[in-house]
């Protein structure tokens, strides 16, 4: 019979720990980091405490954090140390089981993990042989029933236990234990899956991110891979490796601020963020764009200048809507840098032999910065003596640690699980990228830079004036409801806006959608238009403008529902379609910064009216920690 195990009658992959050491009680401390947490993994969550009476209590719940806190209200739960984790179920489903922290079979520790035990499963069969049972399917259970093995078999401490388990280990873990009848320890470790340490006025944090720290401290540690903190009460913490060898750890400032953590006044953080964006691309340019100089330059290109000008190839590696503004960098270096680009999915390069040259350059796009398929392409890739560029959002993730240079997005944190502000200023520093090199290579005319730099800041001016068509487009959104299933469509650059436009669509309103290249509609997917299926066409002035006039005719002669999206006094399209939403007019290789908008509007509209949890949706979460 297991004790203090509190289960909720409810039930849990990438996860979300949080870990706290110090005065105050740690409950409140630990739910809080939770309720930031949330967006890594929201199937169900847990905390364990060690009380005065030194007792180790472990309390879990199926379901939101705010259904912890509801099982938990009746508790009578106290103590100044404690871990806790929100989980995203990759091995067994949520329930209250899988659910986090798990016990150790004498229940004498508790620990909490983001990552995967791969060789599980091998481990486990040891384990079970000498006589441990499991309660749960995970792979963390494993983790700690062989750090207690490992401890009393050899008969020593904590942490020797956890460094001699953990190199048995293969796989990726961030992880916190701590001990029963033990309230002034708290140990912590790393591989592959993030961490952060944060040191307070005589208390201490662990997180899977600094969201859930930078409330009471500033001073962070972020663990290196094999890293292990002892975090002792009053103590400063002592980073040490698998093989206790002592480390110097580097103390980070962080620029982190409490309100972009907050909504704002906004109904949901996706909306928030959707509006944030004409900020969010000026903080992205600041310091890159000199419009007295007419100049845009990225340190990252100017420092690594030779091997950007020699590239005879750019592949670009990235997944989801990170992959989507990789598409349309490839359009912007094979049309300003006249350099042949590919876009690769991480998780197809990875395991598909790609041919990769030292010369190449290969720029890894995410916003979390630790998108675990993305880290192996990178790893492969440099592996292969390529040159890895990283353009990601997260200061301090594994990604930019683990790339040769790079540009941040500067856009802060991105709460809502579906990108909007990062997919903007992805595709902004791709522009400010293509620019530099095509300015650097002498592949773009003096006139044609000018035009397109002075363009390029009054993108912001520019979408304030389609954020203010946000109550016609949420009147629009009520149309299309009832649709089951939307076509998003467009040529050139629009075609990856198209892509994530629907994208945006599936993931928060759970309604099917396609984005396709407009041309490609008559080889196969015309065939499914009829009058219930709404099409939104990107039909801004472009090279491609008369032939998506054509395109468009070819749906409405199949009594497609046409949603276009225009620039003003556009009557040709107008004419033709149901209903339209109008875009300013920019530059070609600029309009995708525009045209996402009111795609973004339109997708969080239709899904509010279906009453989706708009910024948790179902089944995802918003860093992908695990393949
Ligand atoms: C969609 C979305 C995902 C991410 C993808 C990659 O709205 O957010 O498709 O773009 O999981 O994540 P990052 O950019 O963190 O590598």
């Known amino acids: 019979m297991r004790k203090n195990v509190y289960l909720c009658t409810y039930f849990f992959y990438m996860c979300g720990i949080v870990g706290y050491i110090g ?62 984790h929100t989980r995203w179920a990759t091995h067994g489903e949520p329930n209250n089981v899988n659910a986090h922290p798990h016990y150790s079979q004498s229940e004498n520790l508790a620990l909490i993990h983001n990552g995967i035990i791969e060789n599980y499963a091998v481990l486990k069969e040891g384990l079970i042989r000498e006589g441990y049972t499991f309660q749960s399917e995970t792979d963390t259970e494993v983790l700690i029933q062989l750090i207690e093995y490992v401890k009393i078999s ?27 009848g033990n309230p002034d320890l708290l140990i912590a470790a790393r591989k592959s899956s993030p961490l952060v340490v944060g040191i307070g006025d005589a208390e201490f944090f662990i997180a899977s991110d600094a969201s859930p720290i930078v409330e009471y401290t500033k001073q962070v540690i972020y663990l290196e891979d094999e890293e292990i903190a002892i975090i002792q009460r009053n103590e400063p913490p002592k980073i040490v490796n698998l093989n206790n060898v002592e480390q110097t750890p580097q103390i980070s400032q962080l620029e982190l601020s409490l309100n972009a953590l907050e909504k704002g006044g906004y109904p949901h953080f996706m909306l928030k963020e959707i509006f944030e964006q ?17 100049n845009v330059t990225l340190s990252g290109i100017i420092d690594n200048k030779e091997k950007f000008l020699n590239a005879k190839r ?27 680009v590919e876009v690769e999915y991480s998780s197809e390069f990875r395991y598909r032999k790609p041919i990769i040259y030292p010369d190449d350059i290969v720029i890894a796009i995410s916003q979390s910065g630790e998108t675990a398929d993305t880290l192996a392409a990178i790893e492969q890739a440099k592996a292969a003596g390529a040159f890895v560029y990283g353009i990601c959002n997260v200061v301090g993730s594994s990604i930019p640690r683990n790339t040769h240079s790079g540009s941040y ?14 997919f903007t200023a992805q595709v902004l520093v791709l522009i400010m990228m293509a620019l530099n090199i095509a300015k650097e290579k002498k592949t773009i005319s003096q006139e044609q830079y000018e035009r397109t730099l002075t363009e390029l800041v009054q993108i912001p001016p520019k979408i304030e004036m389609i954020l203010k068509q946000n109550e016609k487009i949420e009147d629009l959104s009520k149309i299309f409801t009832y649709a089951h299933n939307f076509i998003y469509m467009g040529r050139g650059y629009s ?26 509609m008559k080889h196969g997917p015309i065939a499914l238009i009829d009058q ?96």
Request: hydrophobic fraction near 40%; include cysteine.
């Open 409 to 422: 997005t500067h856009v802060g944190p991105e709460i809502g699980v579906a990108s909007t502000k990062a």
């Open 278 to 294: 004409p900020r969010t691309l000026k903080d992205c340019m600041r310091g890159r764009i000199n419009v007295e100089n007419n």
């Open 154 to 180: 050899n008969r020593v401490d904590l942490c020797t236990a956890i460094q001699l388990a953990l190199k048995q280990v293969v796989g990726a873990y961030a992880i916190a234990v701590i001990e029963n």
């Open 532 to 627: 219930e299926m709404p099409v939104v066409v990107i039909a801004t002035h472009n090279t491609t403008y008369d032939k998506t006039i054509s395109n468009i005719q070819e749906i409405k002669a199949r009594s497609g529902r046409i949603l276009a999206i225009v620039n003003k006094y556009d009557q040709k399209v107008k004419d033709m379609a149901d209903y339209t939403i109008e875009i300013p007019e920019t530059e070609e290789c600029l309009d995708p910064l525009l045209s996402i908008i009111p795609l973004q509007l339109l997708s969080y509209h239709i899904a509010v009216k279906k009453g989706r949890d708009v910024d948790m949706p179902r089944n995802l979460a918003k860093s992908v920690t695990v393949e």
């Open 495 to 520: 075609y990856p806006v198209a892509m994530e436009g629907a994208l945006k669509l599936k993931e928060i309103s759970y309604i099917h959608a396609e984005g396709y290249p407009a041309a490609e």
């Open 314 to 340: 750019i592949l670009i590696l990235a997944c989801g809507t990170s992959w989507h503004a990789g598409l349309i960098g490839e359009y912007l270096f094979e049309e300003l840098c006249r350099i042949p």
């Open 23 to 84: 005065k105050q009680e740690a409950y409140p401390v630990l739910i809080k980091g939770l309720h930031r947490l949330e967006y890594r993994g929201y199937d169900s969550s847990g905390v364990a405490l060690i009380d005065k009476q030194k007792e180790l209590s472990v309390y879990k719940a199926k379901g939101r954090v705010s259904d912890l806190e509801e099982f938990c209200k009746s508790k009578a739960i106290s103590g100044t140390l404690g871990i806790a």
